[in-house]
């Protein structure tokens, strides 16, 4: 629950509440831009069944970095788009950053399971086009906004994406399908 000290407000991350709803008459607005966690959200949204954009947008996770960032930018919307005057200064209240994820990511693995070698050159440029930083030892520091990169397997698959396609070969295994096939037919 989000209140201001007298009275509920919100119910975090699923539904604002009537006293907060900004209409014809308003003239002041708080801005209030927060992270919250999936798995809180959900149960939220369950226990009081209420299944709203918010809700849905937060179970799936966001860029816990974003929320200053999206303040930021509607602040702005509000001066140019309504006439809005903006305040100086903002409260932050980020009790415990996460450290940014890493991953490895090995050449050696990218090729092998590309079926192309695929060079350390290559991998580092790929890797750094989808705004990773090397930390180190083969591993690479990931963007808070992609929350989608945390096994080397998700790195492999966007090389895949950006390289092209076209660029992996198709090659079916030798036990093949044609002796399975064979077989089912033989016994039809």
């Not at 996460?98 to 079926?115: C, D, H, T």
């Not at 520091?141 to 992609?146: A, E, L, Q, T």
């Not at 698959?157 to 002796?179: C, N, Q, S």
């Amino acid at each position: 629950m989000i209140a201001d000290g007298e009275k509920s407000v919100a119910l975090a991350g699923v539904m604002g509440g009537q006293t907060s709803e900004v209409g014809d008459k308003t003239t002041r607005v708080l801005l209030e831009s927060a992270m919250f966690e999936p798995a809180g959200i959900r149960r939220t949204s369950r226990r009081h069944a209420l299944h709203t954009e918010a809700s849905h947008r937060f179970e799936r996770g966001m860029d816990e970095h974003g929320a200053d960032r999206a303040a930021d930018r509607c602040a702005e919307l509000i001066v140019q788009l309504a006439g809005g005057r903006l305040l100086p200064g903002a409260i932050d209240v980020y009790p415990s950053p996460r450290e940014p994820a890493k991953v490895m990511v090995r050449p050696g693995r990218v090729s092998a399971i590309l079926g192309v070698p695929v060079g350390d050159a290559e991998v580092d440029r790929w890797l750094r086009a989808l705004q990773l930083v090397p930390v180190g030892d083969g591993r690479w520091s990931v963007p808070s906004w992609r929350q989608d990169l945390t096994r080397e397997i998700d790195c492999i698959e966007e090389i895949a994406r950006l390289r092209g396609y076209d660029t992996i070969p198709v090659k079916l295994h030798p036990a093949g399908v044609g002796e399975t096939a064979a077989i089912s037919l033989s016994g039809a």
